[in-house]
T-cell receptor, first 114, second 114 residues
């Protein structure tokens, strides 16, 4: 069965600093991997996804993520964080057959300090 | 991308009553889903809303408690029945784009049961 682990419950970074949010997944086959962001009182917005091909994927808002099969990881990165990036970030894995059943990690809350 | 709306955005309900949440998608999606996000936790899939037939429920969720309808491709409802305080959560609707395999989420319905 699929599962997703986000080891960091809460991360605080200074504005302008780099960011890396960790995600580890468990799935028998090649997974569909996603990162979503949830701002307070908002729904989830898709940042990026990985299905196949280049293991470094670019997303919106300057985010990127790298799929590492050997480590079962799909970490999210941003070179320079903006105050507006403060939000909850969720990693999710979907079944290869259609990504229709998403399993979400517990989320990482990002605080940005000026 | 699909734009998904939900109503109500929030509600406070009495124990033992029922609430129906509506979800509208602005374009056709192949699949629609309902998730629950309990306070401070991640998202858990309740069920897949199937057009014109009974929804497919995940383990731990039953039709009597969470009846779901999907009369057409762009509309679905979730009813939370015979509510108890444990049902206090955010309920989110999502739609799957069958081409991109991306799920788009509504803003959620914040339910408080007293």
């Amino acid at each position: 069965a699929q599962s997703v682990t986000q080891p960091d419950i809460h991360i605080t970074v200074s504005e302008g600093a780099s960011l890396e949010l960790r995600c580890n997944y468990s799935y028998g086959a090649t997974p569909y991997l996603f990162w979503y962001v949830q701002s307070p009182g908002q729904g989830l917005q898709l940042l990026l996804k990985y299905f196949s091909g280049d293991t470094l994927v670019q997303g919106i808002k300057g985010f990127e993520a790298e799929f590492k099969r050997s480590q079962s990881s799909f970490n999210l990165r941003k070179p320079s964080v903006h105050w507006s990036d403060a939000a909850e970030y969720f990693c999710a894995v979907g079944a290869t057959e259609g990504a229709n059943n998403l399993f979400f990690g517990t989320g990482t809350r990002l605080t940005v300090i000026p | 991308s699909a734009v998904i709306s939900q109503k109500p955005s929030r509600d406070i309900c009495q124990r033992g009553t029922s609430l129906t949440i509506q979800c509208q998608v602005d374009s056709q999606v192949t699949m629609m889903f309902w998730y629950r996000q309990q306070p401070g936790q991640s998202l858990t899939l309740i069920a897949t809303a199937n057009q014109g037939s009974e929804a497919t429920y995940e383990s731990g969720f039953v039709i009597d408690k969470f009846p779901i309808s999907r009369p057409n491709l762009t509309f679905s409802t979730l009813t939370v029945s015979n509510m108890s305080p444990e049902d206090s959560s955010i309920y989110l609707c999502s739609g799957l784009d069958g081409v991109s395999y991306e799920q788009y989420f509504g803003p959620g319905t914040r339910l408080t049961v007293t």
